[in-house]
């Protein structure tokens, strides 16, 4: 469904900079935004009094079905699903800024195209969240690098039930230095260390 979602001039900066590091675009990191705070706390009669729409920008966003119903039943006091969504980015951009702070850049990161050798159960988790939420996979994979990691089990690694797929992805630069770095120093593959990262935000996103 086409979503009309009102963004102030403060919340645009700081979600755009934020795409930027992910090097996806505005529209993506918003959807991905609606869709990892879903358990967010409902908002409140006041939250809704403190948008100024005069002062905001619309961007026509698409929304999946799957994620409107998470919050088609929260409580809007007779405002629009849509204005419900923009007061909730509104809220949320501003109160996660600390969990964000190293994950923004003032210019978008260049992007590299690269296959990686993942668990063939990884892939169709991540066709199946593609599919409900409307995330590309360059949005997924991007943010499942910033995904951080316990110590790694390296024979759950070489699983014989784990049947391997080639899979190609768009990683942002900064997305890849980050998992070459954190891949060497755990001694693993970068695809290895990816797969690990994709389940672990799968099961954030899902």
């Known amino acids: 469904m086409r979503m009309k979602i009102l963004l102030d001039n403060e919340t645009e900066q700081e ?6 590091y992910l090097g996806v675009s505005l529209s993506s990191i918003v959807l991905l935004h609606l869709v990892l705070y879903q358990r967010y706390p409902d908002l409140s009669r006041e939250d809704f009094k403190r948008i100024s ?43 996660t800024k600390d969990a964000w702070k190293d994950i923004k850049h003032e210019e978008k990161f260049k992007m590299a195209f690269s296959t990686y050798s993942i668990a063939k159960e990884v892939i169709d988790e991540m066709k199946d969240v593609k599919q409900k939420t409307g995330l590309t996979f360059t949005t997924i994979i991007n943010y499942a690098a910033l995904m951080d990691v316990d110590a790694i089990n390296q ?11 080639q899979q190609g992805f768009q990683l942002s630069e900064k997305a890849i230095e980050k998992i070459q770095g954190q891949a060497l120093s755990q001694d693993i593959s970068v695809g ?5 990262k994709l389940e672990k935000a799968l099961k954030r996103l899902a």
């Open 15 to 20: 979600l755009l900079y934020r795409s930027n």
């Open 53 to 95: 729409t005069d002062k905001c920008r619309s961007l026509q966003i698409d929304v999946k079905d799957e994620v409107i119903k998470k919050f088609d039943s929260r409580p809007r006091y007779d405002n629009s699903i849509s204005m419900l969504l923009s007061v909730f980015i509104l809220k949320i951009t501003k109160e």
């Open 155 to 165: 024979l759950s690694l070489f699983s014989d039930s784990n049947e391997k797929k």
């Open 192 to 196: 290895n260390l990816l797969e690990i």
